[in-house]
């Protein structure tokens, strides 16, 4: 299937008062009709960046950005704020993190859905309202009739996050950008929000790119993960050979820290040794090499990201050999 969303060694940089930080190094991956594409990583590790970037919301004075985002085979990296406008929320629309600070504090929900919708279509109010409510009870909030005039303070924090998916919704976009939509709710609702966001993407075919270090978060929704480290993917494939057959250290690591109930349980979970590299510097070599216990005199070389396996779905990027690699692990 073709890809909608086409994203080619993007690079985004930003110019401090320390020097240049090279946010996100040569990022590439596709994202197919109905896909689900989970990008994962530590703080830092660029995953932000990148999904702000596919819609032109790190465009400043002090940034640089190169590469190639299409979509639909469009090329957005190239159109004017105004024509990036049109394409946000109408084709590709965006949930946050913290949802009490994406909606404004002093309007309404259902005005702020209600202006998403007339800022695209040319719509009465009152037709524009009356999708508000359907919006929200489609995202399962009771009473959307009366819901719909309550301010954000007067909902819950997993209930002002299904505000901002049916606000992501209002437009039908082909894709849904989710970075971190469910950090800041307890596991209850986080449980909620994620069978929400399946059930979009099956009801809908709805592409998500969804952004999270909770690994536990890829495996209930993904078909397919990106792992990220200090702006650069390490490994990129499809989710059960991710889980079974990791091919990269970080990724190792990654999977290591997650307690598991079908092994005994450990006094201790391994744990990733250091931190990451700054990024106004990073290294000349693998950029994980200084915390990996595996790493070798080639590893002063940079890796480049390919299919190690002998599998065009699999990607990492690591010296060593897929031998070595099963070995090790």
Known sequence: MSPLLTVSDLRVSFATEDGVLQAVDGVSFEVAPGEVVAVVGESGSGKS??????????????????????????????????????????????????????????????DQIVETIRAHRDVPKSEALSRAVELLRSVGIPNPERRVRD??????GGMRQRVMIAMALALEPEVLIADEPTTALDVTIQAQILRLLDTLNRDRNLSVVLITHDLGVVAELADRVVVMYAGQIVE?????????????????????????????????????????????????????????????????????????LGEATHLDRCWLSPEDKAAQR
């Not at 960046?49 to 590469?67: D, E, H, K």
């Not at 965006?94 to 994406?102: C, L």
């Not at 301010?151 to 819950?156: A, M, Q």
Request: aromatic share 8%; proline share 11%.
């Open 49 to 110: 960046v990148t999904a702000q970037t596919l819609i032109g919301l790190t465009r400043a004075p002090n940034t640089r950005i190169s590469g190639s985002v299409t979509f639909d085979g469009r090329e957005l990296t190239d159109l004017s704020d105004g024509e990036l406008r049109a394409v946000r929320g109408e084709h590709i629309a965006m949930i946050f993190q913290d949802p009490m600070t994406s909606l404004n504090p002093v309007y309404r929900v259902g």
């Open 151 to 156: 301010y954000p303070h007067e909902f819950s």
């Open 236 to 308: 990129d494939a499809p989710l059960e050979e991710l889980f079974y057959n990791p091919q990269h250290p970080y990724t190792w690591g990654l999977l290591g820290s997650i307690a598991r109930l079908d092994e005994a349980r450990p006094e201790r979970l391994p744990q990733i040794a250091g931190s990451p590299p700054s990024l106004l510097n990073p290294p000349t070599g693998c950029r994980f090499q200084a915390r990996c216990k595996y790493a070798f005199d080639k590893c002063s070389q940079p890796p480049t990201l390919e299919a190690r």
